[in-house]
């Protein structure tokens, strides 16, 4: 069995909520997004991956590329604590 990795599970919200294909380069803010966006997608990652990012991490970071390295960077943290 192949999962998916962060990186694709990520793509994978980002496209559901903004309704477009979406690459490293891909800004949030530049395809439309919005408060209303950015809510959901923190939710679908809460749900998906379990992750709570603080709401400027999208704001600081909107390019799906350089938010998607917060997400693993959060997720690698989070798995070093559990240890």
Excluded: C, H
Excluded at 15 to 35: A, H, K, N, Y
Aim: zero cysteines.
């Amino acid at each position: 069995m192949v999962f998916p990795t962060t990186a694709e599970l990520v793509k994978e919200i980002w496209q559901e909520v903004l309704g477009i294909e979406v690459d490293r380069e891909t800004d949030f803010f530049e395809t439309s997004g919005d408060s209303l966006s950015a809510m959901r997608i923190y939710a679908k990652l809460a749900e998906t991956l379990e992750v709570s990012l603080p709401l400027a991490a999208l704001f600081d970071n909107p390019r799906f590329g350089d938010f998607t390295a917060v997400v693993r960077n959060e997720i690698s943290t989070m798995n070093r604590n559990a240890e």
